[in-house]
């Protein structure tokens, strides 16, 4: 592996969640125990009626720099925007201009939405559906019906453009959209990008929705989410987390505050069917190795669970087998059921989340999050408690 | 081209002021008849689009992609030279939009410059003809 | 710093183009100065305003509108597949011949492989006679109108997985979005993950398809698609004064990328080297260019401080080159303010000229392209030009072919958005 010493650590923290529409919201209300408000879609026709939590009050237009943007911004864009703006103020960089700053933006989204009804509403009246057979009919309807700018709020890409434009962040810039992992894989792709040298700055994370038309209408018929099923335990759900990675000389020279340091991140792409436990072996002792760790030091380990139950009991047993069941203070974590399965958002939430803990609790200092996808895509990222520079006491400093 | 047009009604200038407003994000009383909706309300190219779309929709009418440029037709090599606009050109814009605040342009004034001209009152005129037209051909 | 020397070199290269589907045809159709743009016959765009595109034609790829219970792989998605296959025989690679966990895929997938027939059965009968939509109704008709499979085809993210499970790449698996600069993103990844020693061998590039009901509609109501449908061959036209839009194409390129030491170690046949890359976003718009092109003079620039390479040692620019007013003028004020004084003898053309917008796999395609043009000493030319616009004054290579001595080339690709890219090869 490679040898290089640049330190990352995350110095920002932004989120909309079910439980609350920014990070200390959704933490407070993790603190409660709160779990959030489901809702059921009975489709006629179907005896499997979905399980779906979708964010209700959350305002976006606070969070536009351009107002007039949002008239081209989807749902992911929305929650990519909000958490973006809100994880740059959290890291006290809202005043800095990043066009002075070496930076990227790397945002994952697992599909982008088709906004069915404003197709629909393009189409009109046609009750034998001959829009979907008859392409001049077809055609004839949709140029007539649809706005211009239909393409532009479907694009994918546009979730990270609209937060470069609302943040005027001129960096390199990406959408990723590796399905469930895409948030969890820009936060490795960030890391590594900062611990080579590449960049100073990183906007990570994830922005995601699993609740529009679309989504339901396919996961209905492939009998997921729903409340009799086996395959996916969980509801489907919509939300973003946005983290500031950060090179560690960088965020000390201008006296950032720290959550914590990232140490290591292994992405292993799904191998073969059915190989799926060792992909997911495979990633944490990679990050063990990585980051010279062996796994009963390792305090907590937090799933992004893919809420299917064959690849959930594949997970607990690789933990098992990675961290050693020596360890009786390993905490098994994961956030999902309690806020919905929000598909690429999850990973970056969760890390997150463990970056909170780790700052705040002195009980934990090793923590590994991980995320899989319903392919058995495994990215693990390891963060701790941040060290001063050649000193193994823990940095004292708390996020309040 | 420049048949006199009646003051247009109020009503019509309300309506598309609304459009304006929901299509740029801003409050209907920050427009006037005057605002160039490049300079005064921010619009950018698929903003024409967007207004053009919603246009259609409030007055029923098909309206061509020459709304934008019908009044500002400067094809004439007389008026524009290589996307130059000549004095002579610059006298004929000034008298079709003599509202347009004019100073805020340079000496050299060029074809990229032509859809700043574009006020609320172009969109209103051209609704107005349309509509008009169309009742006539009612009739 | 030794992962930071560490070289990627291009040593497989599979197309799937509308000039043909092997890099020999590609390349004799681009130097001829071929266009396959014609007259759309995937579906009936008779009501269409742009009734005109380059179609792959070839029985071996499922059609457009290929209508199927059964999940199939569709039309794009076999593009990909395909042009993996032709860049890992060219590259002389199989999964014997690497260490699985070493060797990646990065892939731009352009949007889900859903059919026509499966979003619009459903939406068409939930609008009822007043025009109002009904959820209910909506989710009903779906229940029998959409197959099942659909959540994994709906999901981009797929293709690269298709392609990481049936070629044994144990490595990292990513899907990257940034619209018509994504495949040139995947290769900036693909060169990135080399030089971190993150990989040996990394698939990457793109594959997309437009050409549809649906994605020829969305483009024709924003207004970017040339209307030429009475002389399609001459209606791709970059740089020329009288270009009114660009054409969409539809393919794949897939190339391999490789650790210097990896390919040489085993004797591999190297292309050329990607010596640098650079990426920037406009920050600025969601379709206009920044107006002096901040985004494209970043990323050019940021691409050439990378490989340490002054730009007068550059011989040629596969352009993005569209075909758009837009594009094509802000491009060459960006080039202009990047090369200085170069500027002025730097050749520049436009793969799209001839075959059109791949969208998402443009990037890909041509780097391949470029490539070819370093290999070959010969540039392509910009076809259709034949009136010079004041706006865009650099030697675009025009109708004819010409050869050269070249020994740096850059590629630029630049998506709705702002998000732009430039990848700079060097000859081998």
């Known amino acids: 592996m490679t040898a290089t010493n640049t330190r990352v650590v995350i110095t920002g923290i932004g989120m909309v969640t079910p439980l609350g529409d920014n990070f200390p919201d959704t933490v407070a209300a993790l603190e409660r125990r709160e779990s959030a408000k489901e809702s059921v879609v009975s489709i006629e026709g179907s005896s499997q009626p979905l399980r779906v939590i979708q964010i209700e009050s959350f305002q976006p237009r606070q969070h536009f720099r351009v107002p007039k943007a949002l008239k081209l911004a989807n749902r992911r864009t929305e929650l990519a925007v909000a958490a973006a703006t809100m994880a740059i103020e959290n890291a006290g960089l809202s005043e800095t201009s990043l066009e002075g700053l070496r930076h990227e933006v790397l945002i994952g989204c697992s599909s982008s939405d088709l906004r069915i009804e404003e197709l629909a509403q393009a189409v009109g009246y046609d009750p034998d559906g001959k829009a979907a057979t008859n392409i001049p009919f077809f055609s004839q309807r949709i140029l007539d019906g649809l706005n211009p700018l239909w393409l532009l709020t479907h694009l994918p890409n546009m979730v990270s453009a609209h937060v470069a434009i609302q943040l005027e962040a001129t960096g390199p810039n990406s959408t990723l959209m590796t399905s469930g992992v895409a948030g969890q894989q820009a936060i490795g792709e960030g890391f590594r990008s900062i611990q080579s040298g590449e960049t100073d700055v990183v906007l990570a994370g994830g922005a995601d929705s699993g609740v529009s038309l679309f989504d339901i209408a396919c996961f209905a018929r492939d009998g997921l989410f729903s409340t009799q099923s086996d395959v996916i335990h969980l509801a489907a759900a919509e939300g973003s987390a946005v983290l500031v990675l950060e090179n560690y000389v960088h965020a000390k020279e201008r006296g950032a505050r720290f959550f914590c340091e990232i140490r290591s991140h292994a992405d ?18 990679a990050v063990l190795e990585e980051s010279d760790w062996r796994g009963h030091e390792v305090d907590c380990i937090s799933s992004a669970l893919s809420g299917n139950r064959d690849l959930d009991a594949a997970l607990a047993s690789a933990y098992e087998k990675a961290l050693g069941l020596q360890s009786e203070v390993l905490q098994h974590i994961e956030f999902d059921s309690r806020l919905g399965h929000t598909f690429a958002a999850s990973g970056p939430i969760s890390c997150a989340l463990l970056a909170d803990r780790l700052s705040r609790h002195r009980r934990f200092d090793k923590v590994v999050s991980h995320a899989l996808s319903y392919s058995g895509h495994s990215i693990s990222i390891a963060m701790q408690r941040t060290r001063k520079k050649g000193d193994a006491s823990l940095d004292s400093r708390t996020v309040t | 081209m420049q048949a006199s047009i009646a003051e247009p009604s109020p009503e019509v200038i309300d309506r598309v002021k609304k459009i304006l ?7 209907a009383e920050e427009i006037s008849l005057s605002s160039s909706l490049i300079d005064d309300l921010g619009a950018e190219s698929i903003d024409f689009l967007d207004i053009q779309f919603r246009l259609e929709d409030e007055f029923s009418v098909e309206i061509e992609d020459e709304i934008w440029k019908g009044s500002l037709d400067m094809s004439d090599r007389r008026w524009m030279i290589e996307d130059r606009v000549t004095s002579e050109g610059l006298k004929r814009l000034r008298s079709l939009q003599p509202e347009y605040p004019w100073d805020r342009l340079g000496k050299e004034v060029r074809g990229a410059d032509l859809p700043r001209l574009i006020t609320v ?6 609704i107005s003809t349309q509509t008009d037209s169309q009742s006539e051909n009612k009739d | 710093m030794t992962a930071l020397s560490r070289r990627a070199v291009i040593t497989g290269m599979g197309v799937v183009s509308p000039l043909g589907s092997d890099l020999d045809t590609f390349w004799t159709g681009l130097i001829e100065g071929l266009s396959p743009v014609a007259e759309i016959q995937g579906f009936d765009a008779s009501m269409y305003p742009t009734r005109i595109a ?11 509108l290929a209508r199927s219970d059964r999940v199939k792989p569709g039309r794009k998605t076999c593009f990909a597949t395909t042009a993996t296959r032709a860049a890992l025989r060219d590259a002389g690679l199989d999964s014997t011949r690497w260490d699985p966990s070493r060797a990646s895929v990065v892939i731009a997938p352009g949007f889900g492989d859903f059919r026509h027939d499966e979003v619009f059965s459903p939406a068409a009968r939930a609008m009822s006679v007043d025009n109002s939509f009904d959820r209910g109704e909506y989710l009903k008709h779906t229940q029998r109108f959409v197959h099942s499979g659909a959540s994994k085809r709906r999901d981009p993210g797929q293709l690269a997985i298709a392609i990481a499970q049936l070629h044994g790449l144990d490595g990292t698996v990513m899907c990257v979005d940034t ?3 994504a495949s040139a993103q995947a290769l900036q990844a693909a060169v990135r993950w080399i030089r971190r020693d993150s990989a040996d061998i990394v698939l990457a590039g793109g594959a997309d398809s437009m050409i549809s009901p649906l994605g020829l509609a969305s483009f024709c109501q924003l207004r970017v698609l040339s209307r030429r449908n009475d002389d399609p061959p001459r209606a791709s036209r970059p740089f020329d004064a009288d270009r009114d839009g660009f054409v969409l194409g539809e393919g794949a390129g897939m190339l391999v990328v490789e650790d210097y030491d990896h390919a040489v170690g085993r004797g591999a046949r190297i292309h050329a080297e990607i010596v640098g890359v650079g990426s920037a976003c406009d920050a600025y718009r969601a379709t206009d260019p920044h107006p002096e092109g901040r985004g494209a003079i970043m990323a050019m620039s940021r691409c050439l401080e990378d490989a340490q390479i002054d730009p007068s040692m550059i011989g040629y620019v596969n352009a993005h080159g569209t075909s758009t007013q837009a594009n094509d003028r802000i491009e060459t004020t960006a080039i202009r303010s990047v090369f200085g004084p170069a500027a002025r003898t730097v050749a520049v053309s436009s793969t799209k000229s001839s075959i059109g917008h791949l969208t998402e ?3 890909a395609v041509e780097a391949i392209a470029t490539a070819l043009s370093l290999q070959r000493q010969t540039i392509h030319p910009t076809i259709n030009y034949a009136e010079a616009d004041p706006a865009c004054d650099l030697d675009y290579v025009p109708n004819s072919a010409r050869t050269a001595r070249i020994d740096y080339a850059l590629s630029n690709s630049f998506g709705f958005g702002g998000q732009c890219t430039s990848l700079l090869l060097r000859k081998w």
């Open chain 1, 268 to 285: 292993c792409g799904p191998t073969a069917q059915g190989a799926i436990d060792s992909t997911i072996l495979r990633s944490i002792h």
């Open chain 3, 361 to 363: 796999a443009a990037g």
């Open chain 3, 54 to 64: 380059a179609e792959i034609h070839d029985d071996r790829f499922p059609a457009v």
């Open chain 3, 179 to 181: 619209a018509c600069a």
């Open chain 2, 21 to 27: 407003a929901a299509a740029l994000d801003r409050p």
């Open chain 2, 121 to 126: 009152r172009t969109v209103v005129n051209f």
